[in-house]
C-alpha cells in the first residue's frame, strides 16, 4: 500500500483521541476508521465527497478509497463504484 501524504490541517492525534488504536484507510493523518460497518460506509460516504477528497492529492484519495473498499467484505458492507 502506498503512503498517504501529511495534512497541515489535520492534527492525527485528535482521529486516535476520537476513535482509539483502529484501522484507519488514511493512517498517516488518522482520518476515516475503517474498523467497523458503519465505519466504513461513513468513510465510504466522506471521501467521496467532493470537498473532503479535495483535501488529498488524486494518488492519496484513490489509495483511501481502495482500502475502503478492502475493508468492506469484512463487514459485510457493499461499496458501489
Excluded: C, Q
Aim: glycine share 4%; charged share 35%; net charge negative.
Amino acid at each position: 500500500m502506498a503512503a498517504i501524504g501529511r495534512r497541515e490541517d489535520v492534527n492525527p492525534t485528535e482521529g486516535t483521541r476520537e476513535y482509539g488504536d483502529v484501522e484507519f484507510a488514511d493512517p498517516t493523518n488518522k482520518k476515516y476508521p475503517i474498523d467497523t460497518a458503519e465505519h466504513v460506509r461513513h468513510a465510504w460516504s466522506y471521501i467521496n465527497k467532493e470537498s473532503n477528497a479535495a483535501k488529498y492529492l488524486k494518488k492519496d484519495a484513490a489509495e483511501i478509497r481502495n482500502r475502503i473498499k478492502a475493508a468492506a467484505p469484512r463487514f459485510g458492507v457493499e461499496i458501489d463504484d
